[in-house]
């Protein structure tokens, strides 16, 4: 009898152990791939890619987040070029949030000359506390023409 409970036991002990085990965890942070924006009109290359990389691999909503860019594109750098990043609401192409911009350099860091690689940052991308399911995050260096010389763009699904 004794050893009838102790199976039943054993046995109970393992099924839960296995379900646990088998529940997806949500919490797992993942890093969020960016890739080139599209073309901004038919018949147009898309502007260079660059990188960008999220400084704690993921989104906190209602917060700020860091964002860490850098690249090579083909034209010059200079004090009025600036870093860009907004979210987007991919079916309808709008804005959802903040535009967060800042300037890529200043004093004896500018200009940069093209095809040498930049790096630089916006710390205070702030993340609204509600984003739609999926939401894009555009990051794009414009000149003060507003012409896009470097741009990329990740789709998150929440």
Same mark, same amino acid.
């Given at each position: ?30 890093? &969020?791939?960016? =890739?080139?924006?599209? *073309? ?9 890619? @660059? +990188?960008?990389?999220? !400084? ?47 300037? &890529?350099?200043? =004093?004896?860091?500018? *200009? ?9 940052? @916006? +710390?205070?991308?702030? !993340? ?31």
């Amino acid at each position: 009898m004794k050893r009838d409970l102790n199976f039943i036991l054993v046995f109970i002990l393992l099924a839960t152990l296995s379900m646990v085990n088998a529940i997806p965890l949500r919490l797992q942070k993942r890093s &969020i791939p960016f =890739g080139p924006c599209p *073309p901004p009109r038919e018949n147009y290359p898309s502007p260079p890619l @660059i +990188s960008v990389e999220i !400084a704690n691999e993921t989104i906190s909503l209602g917060q700020t987040n860091v964002l860490v860019v850098s690249g090579t594109l083909f034209a010059d750098i200079t004090d009025s070029t600036q870093l860009i990043a907004h979210f987007a609401d991919p079916k309808t192409n709008k804005y959802v949030g903040e535009i967060n911009s800042s300037f &890529i350099c200043s =004093g004896k860091g500018c *200009p940069i000359k093209a095809r040498t690689e930049f790096n630089s940052f @916006i +710390s205070d991308f702030l !993340a609204p506390y509600r984003l739609p399911d999926p939401y894009s995050i555009v990051v794009s260096v414009v000149d003060n023409l507003s012409v896009v010389l470097g741009c990329a763009t990740a789709l998150v699904d929440s």
